[in-house]
C-alpha cells in the first residue's frame, strides 16, 4: 500500500467485512466493516444509510456503500466521511472500504491520500485509490 508519494507499507490486516445483507446476525454484528455493496443513488441516502448502520452495528468502525461506478462513501465511528474513487477496474467493491480499514489501524492519513491498491501478485494489477474528506469541509455525522 502506498499512502505518499515515496511511502510504501506492506500490512496485511485482518478483518471481518460483511454485506449489509448477511443473513447471520452474529457475523454482521461482529465484522469491523459492513458494506453496501450495490449503488446508492445520491450522496444524501449515502449518508443516511451510513448513520442507520453505524447505528445498528455497534461494534463495526466503518460503513462503507458504493455511491457511482468507481467511488464510494466510507463512514467511520468517529463521525469522519472519507470518500473513496478508484482509478482503475476493480473487480470488488469492498477492496476501497478495506483500504480505508487498513489505514485507520495503521495511523495513516484519510485526507488527500493516494493508496496504491495490489490486488494479485503483479504490477500490472494495480490500482489508484483517492481517499479524501467528504465534504471537504465538515464532518457529516
Not at 455493496?37 to 444524501?44: C, G, I, K, S, Y
Not at 447505528?55 to 468507481?70: D, K
Not at 465511528?77 to 495503521?106: F, H, K, M, Q, S
Request: with cysteine; proline share 6%.
Amino acid at each position: 500500500m502506498n499512502s505518499a508519494p515515496g511511502k510504501y507499507v506492506n500490512v496485511h490486516i485482518r478483518h471481518l467485512a460483511c454485506d449489509e445483507e448477511e443473513r447471520d446476525r452474529q457475523l454482521a454484528e461482529s465484522a469491523s466493516v459492513v458494506m453496501r455493496r450495490h449503488h446508492t443513488p445520491n450522496a444524501v441516502s449515502a449518508l443516511s444509510w451510513i448513520r442507520d448502520t453505524l447505528s445498528r452495528f455497534p461494534g463495526c468502525r466503518l460503513a462503507a456503500t458504493v455511491t457511482g461506478r468507481n467511488s464510494s462513501l466510507v463512514g467511520l465511528r468517529d463521525g469522519r466521511i472519507v470518500e473513496t474513487t478508484v482509478t482503475g477496474p476493480i473487480v470488488d467493491p469492498g477492496l476501497p472500504a478495506a483500504a480505508v480499514y487498513t489505514c485507520l489501524r495503521e495511523g495513516l492519513p484519510l485526507d488527500d491520500a493516494l493508496v496504491t491498491l495490489r490486488v494479485g501478485d503483479a504490477r500490472t494489477d494495480d490500482v489508484g485509490l483517492w481517499l479524501r474528506r467528504f465534504p471537504p469541509t465538515a464532518s457529516v455525522l
